[in-house]
């Protein structure tokens, strides 16, 4: 005998709302909430061009469906929920993302439970740094701190199960 199988259910972030693109048009919706599955790295293609992208998994807890919210890798909506998920001891409740509008700029809040969450630090400086002579701004160290703390996320989140 088969059980019900799990649906991957694909979401962004567009204009202050959660955005989930299906055969019979759009459907906009104010958060999405579930528990922390995974938080992982995937590039994806855009008119030939390779674009880095980080997905937030999120199981609903009565359906099983998994929301798999993606997100490009130098979003400021991204770095808002990955700072402020690391700033949460524990994932043994649902996290609830709630994005908003403001001005010409998407924003967002992040939920464990009824809590909301804050960032856990500030992100490192963009540098700038010398090449060939002439100076650019580098975002390697703020790069790896992204990483540092997925990773830290993700121990939590495999270490709560």
């Known amino acids: 005998m088969l059980g019900k199988t799990e649906q991957k259910i694909y979401l962004n972030i567009t ?33 030939g ?9 999120l199981k609903d807890s009565k359906s099983g469906d998994i929301y798999s919210l993606g997100l490009r890798s130098s979003s400021g909506v991204w ?13 043994l409740l649902p996290v609830r993302i709630a994005p908003y509008r403001k001005g010409e700029y998407d924003k967002v809040l992040v939920y464990l439970g009824e809590e909301r969450l804050d960032w856990i630090s500030e992100l490192p400086p963009v540098e700038e740094v010398e090449v060939q ?3 650019i701004k580098s975002t390697a160290k703020r790069e790896e701190f992204i990483v540092s703390l997925v990773e830290e996320v993700n121990k939590k989140v495999s270490g709560d199960k």
């Open 15 to 47: 204009e202050g709302k959660v955005v989930r693109r299906t055969d019979r048009g759009v459907l906009k919706y104010d958060y999405v909430e579930g528990n922390l599955e995974r938080i992982y790295p995937k590039e994806r293609e855009f008119r």
């Open 133 to 135: 002579g002439q100076k």
């Open 49 to 57: 061009e390779k674009v880095p992208y980080w997905y937030i998994d």
């Open 79 to 91: 770095r808002s929920i990955i700072l402020s998920l690391g700033s949460a001891d524990h994932f």
